[in-house]
């Protein structure tokens, strides 16, 4: 059995925000509900199950032009993206991100781009292929 191919393409969007309008691209068709903006949202969305593919069935995702996303979601996308989590102020996750924001100024955390790479890998079934 063939499995269906689904393809990122890094020329499409340029930040987080607009990552996730690619990602509501490629893995979701027919919702009649806005989807969630968020790295939840976008897991639940590699499970399957929202219009593209059925739940865990296996795919092939192709990222493209992968290089330019690693540097679109880098260190100041990832940088801007903890500060702002900070100042919303949610005093339970306020020092979880305060913690992950020194440790990428340190060098020692994980670039948005690196979460959503580790993201796709935690699922079984998507077979991932990075392509430049």
Known sequence: MNKQTIIINGD???????FYNEID??????L????GHNLDAFNDFLRG???????EE?????WENISKSKLDLGLEATKKWYERKISENKTE????????????TDNNGQT?????LEIIAEHEHIEFEAKN
């Open 12 to 18: 499409n969007f340029s930040d987080l925000e607009s």
């Open 58 to 62: 296996p795919v092939r995702l192709i």
């Open 93 to 104: 996750n306020q020092q979880f991100f305060t913690n992950k924001l020194r440790q990428l």
């Open 25 to 30: 691209r490629v893995l979701t068709k027919d």
């Open 49 to 55: 199950g929202f219009g593209v593919y059925e739940y």
């Open 32 to 35: 009649d509900w806005v989807t």
């Open 112 to 116: 948005l781009f690196d979460i959503i």
